[in-house]
C-alpha cells in the first residue's frame, strides 16, 4: 500500500509554544490530506481537509486560527499547532487520499503540552 | 450524533475461530465502508473496504459482509490469529464528501493463543 510518514512522532512542549507536524506521502501525489486528532479510547476526529495550492477545510468546533494547515505540495501537508496549551495534548494523525475512496495513514504524533 | 456506531467496545476470541466485528452506521449517503486496524501509538492501517453497490468483499482471511437494508457491516476475520489483536474501526464515506471519513469508536479484538 501507499506509505505516509508523519514526523516527530512524539513531542513534548511547554505552553504557549507553537508545534508544526509534517507529513508525507512517500510513494504518490496526494491531493487532498486529512488530518485527524484522537483522544485516549476514543475514535478519531477529523479537524480538517487540506486540499494542496488551496485553504484547508476545518470541521464545526476546529479553530482554524489555532489549527494552522498548510498544503504547500502533492507530497507535504503541515499542521501548526499555535501557542498550544495541555487540553491540545492528544495523538494527531494524518492521512493521504489516494484513489476514488482509500486513504493510507500516518503512523501519527503524538503531543504533550506541559 | 454518532452516523457509525461499533457497539462493542471489546471482543475475545480463540486462536483459530472466527473473529466477527460489527458496524452500524444511520447516514443513507454512505456509499463506501472500510475497514482500519490500529495498534496504540500508530496511525490506522487499511485493511479491507466494500462499495455499496456489493453485499460482500473478500480479501484473504478478511471478509466484509455489507446490508445496506439494514444499515449493517460486518468483518469476520478466519481463521483468527494472536497478532489480529488490534483496535478495529469501522469507517464510512459519504458520497461527494472528497473522500471525508467517518469513523466508529472501534473495538478491542484480542485473540488468545
Known amino acids: 500500500g501507499a506509505v505516509v510518514s508523519q514526523h516527530p512522532s512524539r513531542v513534548i512542549c511547554k505552553s504557549g509554544t507553537s508545534v508544526k507536524i509534517e507529513c508525507r506521502s512517500l510513494d504518490f501525489q496526494a491531493t487532498t490530506m486529512f488530518w485527524y486528532r484522537q483522544f485516549p479510547k476514543q475514535s478519531l476526529m477529523l479537524m480538517a481537509t487540506?486540499?494542496?495550492?488551496?485553504?484547508?477545510?476545518?470541521e464545526q468546533g476546529v479553530e482554524k486560527d489555532k489549527f494552522l494547515i498548510n498544503h504547500a505540495s502533492l507530497t507535504l501537508s503541515t499542521l501548526t499547532v499555535t501557542s498550544a496549551h495541555p487540553e491540545d495534548s492528544s495523538f494527531y494523525i494524518c492521512s493521504a487520499g489516494f484513489g476514488h475512496n482509500e486513504q493510507f495513514f500516518g503512523p501519527g504524533t503524538r503531543l504533550t503540552v506541559l | 450524533d454518532q452516523q457509525v456506531k461499533q457497539n462493542s467496545p471489546s471482543l475475545s476470541v480463540q486462536e483459530g475461530r472466527i473473529s466477527i466485528l460489527n458496524c452500524d452506521y444511520t447516514n443513507s449517503m454512505f456509499d463506501y465502508f472500510l475497514w482500519y486496524k490500529k495498534y496504540p501509538a500508530e496511525g490506522p492501517t487499511f485493511l479491507i473496504s466494500i462499495s455499496s453497490i456489493k453485499d460482500k468483499n473478500e480479501d484473504g482471511r478478511f471478509t466484509v459482509f455489507l446490508n445496506k437494508s439494514a444499515k449493517h457491516l460486518s468483518l469476520h476475520i478466519v481463521p483468527s490469529q494472536p497478532g489480529d489483536s488490534a483496535v478495529y474501526f469501522c469507517?464510512?464515506?459519504?458520497?461527494?464528501?472528497?473522500?471525508?471519513?467517518?469513523f466508529g469508536s472501534g473495538t478491542q479484538l484480542t485473540v488468545l493463543p
Open positions: 487540506s486540499n494542496e495550492g488551496s485553504k484547508a477545510t476545518y
Open positions: 469507517a464510512a464515506h459519504r458520497s461527494g464528501s472528497a473522500r471525508q471519513l467517518t
